[in-house]
């Protein structure tokens, strides 16, 4: 698919094979919930934009996201050392996204942030169909990451759905593959090919409903020698399909809707996720978070990211189950008005 905005300006909708060449979203035709067409300033307001880099391993967890939310553009990266139970993490918010860059490429494009001595940089390529992260803090701290997704089999999930009365958000999620590259900061020096580090990736953007909270979980690791992933959502981007799945040695497995229950007041405490078709079936044990709480009135946001163990089954129709035991992985509780 060259672009997702068709020559009607509406949206393909549904589940693709991969993904779009380009995320058209000024050829929209974007109208109020009445039905006035909207212009030019309202498509750039309204329109969102985020990416995220997870990195899982028993030696080092890490998270790395920038967003671009027309008024603002934020970025975050933290760096978690389970045997020391230290931590790193920077927060960036930058007016109008002065210092930042986004491509709406989603395979093949640069999405940056700036502030001083301070880089975030996620790029994408499509002659190696490569995802890469590189951070540079003016502390020392540096992150130099990347996967590939050219691997027999393997399938990213690519996804569009509509949302509330005149929005759509397309989504591209990647997890269960292998990491690549060099983490060296205040935690020390790390090989992440040599710690068995694995990735998760995310790509979104679109017209989210204005005030909207979702849950959010990602395992990656190694399952009786089988590569495991794992994309859960709920709240968004399940309008008439939804994003979740696992992948097994790179398959992309569907799954069907997700309950997540927990405790909102207790991140870090137990949290189970079931699915309606019985394919998954796990709880969760929070071992550390990021979290960023922002109210400027006309945009809000109380985000809590947790990274922690998985533990239960997952049972793909027609195969033998998968036991997850104490995977590393992460969860979401996100609250945001934009």
Same mark, same amino acid.
């Given at each position: 698919?060259?672009?997702?905005?068709?020559?009607?300006?509406?949206?393909?909708?549904?589940?693709?094979?991969?993904?779009?060449?380009?995320?058209?979203?000024?050829?929209?035709?974007?109208?109020?919930?009445?039905?006035?067409?909207?212009?030019?300033?309202?498509?750039?307001?309204?329109?969102?934009?985020?990416?995220?880099?997870?990195?899982?391993?028993?030696?080092?967890?890490?998270?790395?996201?920038?967003?671009?939310?027309?008024?603002?553009?934020?970025?975050?990266?933290?760096?978690?050392?389970?045997?020391?139970?230290?931590?790193?993490?920077?927060?960036?918010?930058?007016?109008?996204?002065?210092?930042?860059?986004?491509?709406?490429?989603?395979?093949?494009?640069?999405?940056?942030?700036?502030?001083?001595?301070?880089?975030?940089?996620?790029?994408?390529?499509?002659?190696?169909?490569?995802?890469?992260?590189?951070?540079?803090?003016?502390?020392?701290?540096?992150?130099?990451?990347?996967?590939?997704?050219?691997?027999?089999?393997?399938?990213?999930?690519?996804?569009?759905?509509?949302?509330?009365?005149?929005?759509?958000?397309?989504?591209?999620?990647?997890?269960?593959?292998?990491?690549?590259?060099?983490?060296?900061?205040?935690?020390?020096?790390?090989?992440?090919?040599?710690?068995?580090?694995?990735?998760?990736?995310?790509?979104?953007?679109?017209?989210?409903?204005?005030?909207?909270?979702?849950?959010?979980?990602?395992?990656?690791?190694?399952?009786?020698?089988?590569?495991?992933?794992?994309?859960?959502?709920?709240?968004?981007?399940?309008?008439? !399909?939804?994003?979740?799945? !696992?992948?097994?040695?790179?398959?992309?497995?569907?799954?069907?809707?997700?309950?997540?229950?927990?405790?909102?007041?207790?991140?870090?405490?137990?949290?189970?996720?079931?699915?309606?078709?019985?394919?998954?079936?796990?709880?969760?044990?929070?071992?550390?978070?990021?979290?960023?709480?922002?109210?400027?009135?006309?945009?809000?946001?109380?985000?809590?990211?947790?990274?922690?163990?998985?533990?239960?089954?997952?049972?793909?129709?027609?195969?033998?189950?998968?036991?997850?035991?104490?995977?590393?992985?992460?969860?979401?509780?996100?609250?945001?008005?934009?």
């Amino acid at each position: 698919m060259d672009k997702l905005i068709q020559a009607d300006g509406q949206p393909h909708y549904g589940i693709f094979p991969a993904a779009p060449d380009l995320i058209n979203y000024r050829d929209f035709d974007f109208r109020s919930p009445m039905g006035r067409r909207l212009g030019a300033l309202a498509k750039w307001r309204r329109f969102h934009q985020f990416q995220y880099f997870g990195l899982l391993s028993d030696e080092l967890i890490g998270g790395c996201a920038l967003a671009n939310l027309s008024l603002v553009g934020v970025g975050f990266v933290y760096l978690f050392h389970p045997a020391s139970g230290r931590m790193i993490e920077r927060q960036f918010k930058l007016p109008l996204g002065f210092g930042t860059t986004f491509s709406q490429t989603p395979d093949d494009g640069v999405c940056e942030l700036r502030q001083g001595r301070n880089l975030l940089r996620l790029e994408n390529r499509a002659d190696s169909a490569q995802k890469r992260l590189l951070v540079e803090l003016d502390d020392g701290t540096r992150i130099d990451a990347w996967f590939s997704e050219r691997e027999p089999g393997f399938q990213p999930m690519c996804i569009c759905t509509p949302t509330a009365a005149n929005g759509w958000v397309y989504a591209q999620k990647v997890a269960g593959v292998a990491c690549q590259g060099q983490v060296s900061s205040t935690l020390g020096t790390f090989d992440l090919a040599q710690i068995g580090a694995f990735a998760h990736h995310d790509w979104s953007a679109g017209y989210m409903r204005p005030e909207t909270n979702w849950n959010w979980a990602c395992l990656s690791g190694l399952a009786d020698g089988v590569r495991v992933g794992l994309n859960l959502s709920c709240g968004v981007n399940e309008t008439s !399909f939804t994003e979740n799945c !696992f992948w097994l040695d790179g398959e992309m497995l569907k799954v069907d809707t997700v309950r997540f229950s927990f405790d909102r007041e207790r991140p870090l405490g137990t949290w189970s996720m079931t699915s309606h078709d019985g394919q998954v079936e796990l709880t969760f044990e929070g071992e550390g978070l990021h979290e960023e709480r922002l109210n400027l009135g006309f945009i809000a946001s109380n985000f809590k990211q947790v990274f922690g163990r998985f533990s239960g089954t997952l049972r793909p129709a027609g195969r033998a189950p998968v036991q997850i035991e104490r995977m590393w992985g992460f969860v979401e509780d996100q609250y945001v008005k934009w």
